[in-house]
């Protein structure tokens, strides 16, 4: 980890693409004010560079990042996009939560939540009124609009490709995602830049700072696919971790569509004995968390020991009761997830519920774009997260730690 800060360190002394902006759209204000505060905390340390003319260019005398943009709506709903001041020249992050259904707007005298498609919109919106004039723009939507109807099955729409293109067609150079549920989307936009990145480092740092007594060997700990689309996440936990994996499969009954899928008959375990170990299940999304609960139940009875969900999104569309009983009963630990969209307080004041911080990486992303330097480093957090262990390990001996 010291070898890649120092290194990044580095690469902040080389000259930018542009000067750097940041627009947070409506529901990213929070995310957007630490992730400024990262920015110039690093942009702020440059002192060797300071009466130079990158010193200028770096951005560093600048009070912020921030640049203040509005989409006002009309009566009957309609809007517009404003930036109140000129991004001429700038390289220009736009950060957006299309998940962010506590933002809401007067239309027609009754008060609506901003939808997906609302936040879409918006940010079109923004990048009409950029107009041409911005260097180059870069979009950060962690969580990707439409991105879990990813395929095409029939009649039906393609949206997220089309929604891709879009933004394609209006000059956007850079898309960076989180997690994205199947990233071979960015098969529809072939020459831009398109990232999907996962939380995999900060959703353990999380867990190991609150949970400090797991063992992580072969004997005591296992890592649970809750279906075969969430594999290749799973795989990589256990293999960094040295951990066995088992999987569940979801018998589905295809003659039916209920809330818009084919519900599920059963969760089907094929893997190893789980009997007296904790178990980590990771998945993108976490919906109604009617699967998590399902899988967590049959775990506890193959005589699990204690269940960890970890999800990058967590919704809880039908909300918060039922995880709330599943943590007094003893089927579910701790749901670990990110603050890369919307979280209600209730949520953020549940004993079971952590929280991983992304504002720190997400500054790593812009700063290493705005420099044109390689994501790898950021993109592959293997030997990140070995070394995490081993620090969680080192403070294990030490008996009471707070990793920072």
């Given at each position: 980890?010291?070898?890649?800060?120092?290194?990044?360190?580095?690469?902040?002394?080389?000259?930018?693409?542009?000067?750097?902006?940041?627009?947070?759209?409506?529901?990213?204000?929070?995310?957007?004010?630490?992730?400024?505060?990262?920015?110039?905390?690093?942009?702020?340390?440059?002192?060797?560079?300071?009466?130079?003319?990158?010193?200028?260019?770096?951005?560093?005398?600048?009070?912020?990042?921030?640049?203040?943009?509005?989409?006002?709506?009309?009566?009957?709903?309609?809007?517009?996009?404003?930036?109140?001041?000129?991004?001429?020249?700038?390289?220009l992050y736009i950060l957006t939560d299309v998940g962010a259904y506590n933002v809401t707007y007067s239309m027609y005298g009754?008060?609506?939540?901003?939808?997906?498609?609302?936040?879409?919109?918006?940010?079109?919106?923004?990048?009409?009124?950029?107009?041409?004039?911005?260097?180059?723009?870069?979009?950060?939507?962690?969580?990707?609009?439409?991105?879990?109807?990813?395929?095409?099955?029939?009649?039906?729409?393609?949206?997220?490709?089309?929604?891709?293109?879009?933004?394609?067609?209006?000059?956007?150079?850079?898309?960076?995602?989180?997690?994205?549920?199947?990233?071979?989307?960015?098969?529809?936009?072939?020459?831009?830049?398109?990232?999907?990145?996962?939380?995999?480092?900060?959703?353990?740092?999380?867990?190991?700072?609150?949970?400090?007594?797991?063992?992580?060997?072969?004997?005591?700990?296992?890592?649970?696919?809750?279906?075969?689309?969430?594999?290749?996440?799973?795989?990589?936990?256990?293999?960094?971790?040295?951990?066995?994996?088992?999987?569940?499969?979801?018998?589905?009954?295809?003659?039916?569509?209920?809330?818009?899928?084919?519900?599920?008959?059963?969760?089907?375990?094929?893997?190893?004995?789980?009997?007296?170990?904790?178990?980590?299940?990771?998945?993108?999304?976490?919906?109604?968390?009617?699967?998590?609960?399902?899988?967590?139940?049959?775990?506890?009875?193959?005589?699990?020991?204690?269940?960890?969900?970890?999800?990058?999104?967590?919704?809880?569309?039908?909300?918060?009761?039922?995880?709330?009983?599943?943590?007094?009963?003893?089927?579910?630990?701790?749901?670990?997830?990110?603050?890369?969209?919307?979280?209600?307080?209730?949520?953020?004041?549940?004993?079971?519920?952590?929280?991983?911080?992304?504002?720190?990486?997400?500054?790593?992303?812009?700063?290493?774009?705005?420099?044109?330097?390689?994501?790898?480093?950021?993109?592959?957090?293997?030997?990140?997260?070995?070394?995490?262990?081993?620090?969680?390990?080192?403070?294990?001996?030490?008996?009471?730690?707070?990793?920072?």
């Amino acid at each position: 980890m010291t070898d890649f800060v120092s290194t990044w360190n580095n690469d902040l002394l080389t000259v930018p693409y542009a000067p750097l902006g940041l627009i947070a759209m409506p529901g990213c204000e929070e995310l957007g004010q630490k992730v400024n505060a990262w920015l110039m905390k690093w942009y702020e340390q440059q002192d060797a560079l300071e009466d130079t003319p990158l010193f200028s260019l770096m951005g560093a005398n600048r009070h912020d990042f921030l640049i203040e943009a509005d989409c006002p709506r009309f009566g009957t709903g309609e809007g517009k996009g404003m930036i109140n001041t000129s991004v001429r020249g700038y390289d220009l992050y736009i950060l957006t939560d299309v998940g962010a259904y506590n933002v809401t707007y007067s239309m027609y005298g009754r008060e609506v939540p901003m939808s997906p498609d609302d936040h879409f919109q918006d940010l079109k919106r923004i990048i009409g009124a950029v107009g041409g004039r911005a260097k180059r723009i870069n979009i950060i939507m962690p969580m990707l609009y439409e991105g879990r109807q990813h395929r095409r099955t029939s009649r039906e729409s393609l949206d997220c490709a089309i929604a891709l293109q879009e933004l394609q067609r209006m000059g956007v150079s850079n898309i960076i995602t989180f997690d994205a549920h199947d990233p071979r989307v960015q098969n529809a936009i072939p020459l831009i830049g398109f990232d999907s990145v996962k939380p995999s480092y900060q959703i353990l740092k999380a867990l190991f700072r609150e949970e400090r007594d797991l063992q992580i060997d072969r004997e005591h700990m296992m890592i649970v696919s809750p279906d075969e689309g969430a594999i290749d996440r799973n795989i990589f936990y256990s293999s960094v971790l040295g951990v066995d994996m088992g999987m569940f499969y979801k018998r589905r009954d295809y003659t039916r569509v209920v809330a818009g899928r084919n519900p599920i008959i059963a969760h089907e375990y094929l893997g190893d004995d789980v009997e007296g170990k904790d178990v980590l299940v990771s998945d993108d999304i976490l919906s109604t968390g009617d699967s998590i609960l399902d899988l967590a139940r049959e775990l506890k009875k193959r005589k699990a020991n204690r269940i960890f969900a970890a999800a990058t999104f967590a919704l809880f569309t039908n909300g918060l009761e039922a995880f709330q009983r599943a943590y007094e009963d003893g089927t579910i630990s701790r749901i670990i997830s990110t603050n890369l969209t919307y979280r209600t307080p209730e949520l953020k004041s549940m004993p079971w519920f952590i929280e991983a911080d992304m504002s720190k990486y997400i500054s790593y992303i812009i700063a290493s774009l705005n420099h044109d330097r390689s994501l790898s480093g950021l993109l592959n957090p293997y030997n990140r997260i070995k070394a995490l262990i081993a620090r969680y390990h080192e403070k294990q001996a030490e008996n009471g730690f707070r990793l920072v």
